[in-house]
């Protein structure tokens, strides 16, 4: 299944082994867009940990060219996370330097940024709904925080939009993205 959200082509697939993987044939090819997996069979985290991703995630890559603001994209993807988890009634996230979204001392957010030439390769990974493979302590999910349901296409399209005006206010005040960014930092 194709799609447009927010400006972005978004390629979503049932079962993948890792969409940071599947998001370098879109920069080889030089073009920006977003890969969503449903299950990742081979999803990684930073210095290739293992990132489990069983069903009831959202998995996905970015891709995105160089610009101006993309020596801050860790700080950007960070607060779009959050602002998301907002949009969600879900309060109280906080950054876990470099790249983690926690809330109560477990985390619902992983990031993980890769450059490739002239791209980045973003790779999110939200923990949207309730899987017995999350049942370790360090995880937490939406549905574990809210006891509402979420559909991860919401999520997504929430996501990009946090992401999106984020991105153009770093754009115009990036001292102001990195002050809001800094605040959000756990300590």
Known sequence: MNME?????????EEIT????????????????????EVQTEGRGRYGRK????????YLSFVLKKSKI????????CLS?????????IENC???FPNDIIINGRKICGILIEKDGDFYIIGVGINIKKNKELKENYYICMEDVSDKKFEIIDVLR??????????NLAEKDIDYVLK???ENLLK
């Open 5 to 13: 959200i927010e400006g972005y082509p978004v390629y979503y697939y």
């Open 18 to 37: 890792s969409t940071m993987d599947l998001a370098k044939n879109l920069v080889k090819e030089g073009r920006e867009g977003i890969i969503v997996g």
């Open 51 to 58: 990132w489990l991703s069983p069903r009831g995630g959202l």
């Open 70 to 77: 993309t020596d801050f994209l860790s700080e950007i993807i």
């Open 81 to 89: 996370l959050i602002e998301t988890m907002k949009n969600f009634r």
């Open 94 to 96: 906080k950054i876990k």
């Open 158 to 167: 929430i996501f990009l939009k946090e992401f999106k005006k984020i991105k």
């Open 180 to 182: 809001n960014w800094s």
